[in-house]
């Protein structure tokens, strides 16, 4: 079985800035990660993932993260946010005995605010 | 990848009485997942449905309440059965091997 911690319940960040969201994760076996957003009202988007190889993750609208295998940390950067990119973030994985997405354990969420 | 249809959008029910919650994937796919998203929650698995065998569910919950049909390749309902307000919340599915997601059901109990 795995868990996901998000470590941080709301952030809020000037637009301009930069921001990291952090997850970490608990697993006896290899696991997928992924990151999602949910806008207002909407369903959840997939911003990244990591399956293998490099460990920083390029995603959609400017997002990235790195997986640390160590620190078992799969922390979501970007270095300039925009007042769009107010949403709710989950990261989530998914263990490497099942396909990649199968069966997802989520993180709690992050809630991010941009203020202009 | 894969796109995945559900219906209703979204619904308001009456406590006591079922809704039925359709998901369309326009590729065959072995393996659906069903979760929910409670108010102000993370996302949590009901079940896996799988194509020609009975859904497995996740602990806490029950075929009972939420009983899962899987008639083909590319299709798959749940139900929320004798709903309560406590069922308020947003129900989406998934398919195997994608890591994406229906739009979601925004159901509300009163």
């Known amino acids: 079985a795995q868990s996901v911690t998000q470590l941080d319940s709301q952030v809020p960040v000037f637009e301009e800035a930069p921001v990291e969201l952090r997850c970490n994760y608990s697993?006896?076996?290899?696991?997928?990660l992924f990151w999602y957003v949910q806008y207002p009202n909407q369903g959840l988007q997939l911003l990244l993932k990591y399956l293998s190889g490099s460990t920083l993750v390029k995603g959609i609208n400017g997002f990235e993260a790195e997986f640390n295998k160590s620190q078992t940390s799969f922390h979501l950067r970007k270095p300039s946010v925009h007042i769009s990119d107010t949403a709710e973030y989950f990261c989530?994985?998914?263990?490497?005995?099942?396909?990649?997405?199968?069966?997802?354990?989520f993180g709690g969420g992050t809630r991010v605010l941009v203020k202009p | 990848s894969a796109v995945i249809s559900q219906k209703p959008s979204r619904d308001i029910c009456q406590r006591g009485t079922s809704l039925t919650i359709q998901c369309q994937v326009d590729s065959q796919v072995t393996m659906m997942f069903w979760y929910r998203q409670q108010p102000g929650q993370s996302l949590t698995l009901i079940a896996t449905?799988?194509?020609?065998?009975?859904?497995?569910?996740e602990s806490g919950f029950v075929i009972d309440k939420f009983p899962i049909s899987r008639p083909n390749l590319t299709f798959s309902t749940l139900t929320v059965s004798n709903m309560s307000p406590e069922d308020s919340s947003i129900y989406l599915c998934s398919v195997e091997n994608q890591a994406f997601f229906g739009q979601g059901t925004r159901l509300t109990v009163v």
């Open positions: 989530a994985v998914s263990d490497q005995a099942q396909a990649a997405g199968n069966k997802l354990t």
């Open positions: 449905a799988n194509q020609g065998s009975e859904a497995t569910y």
């Open positions: 697993s006896s076996v290899s696991v997928y």
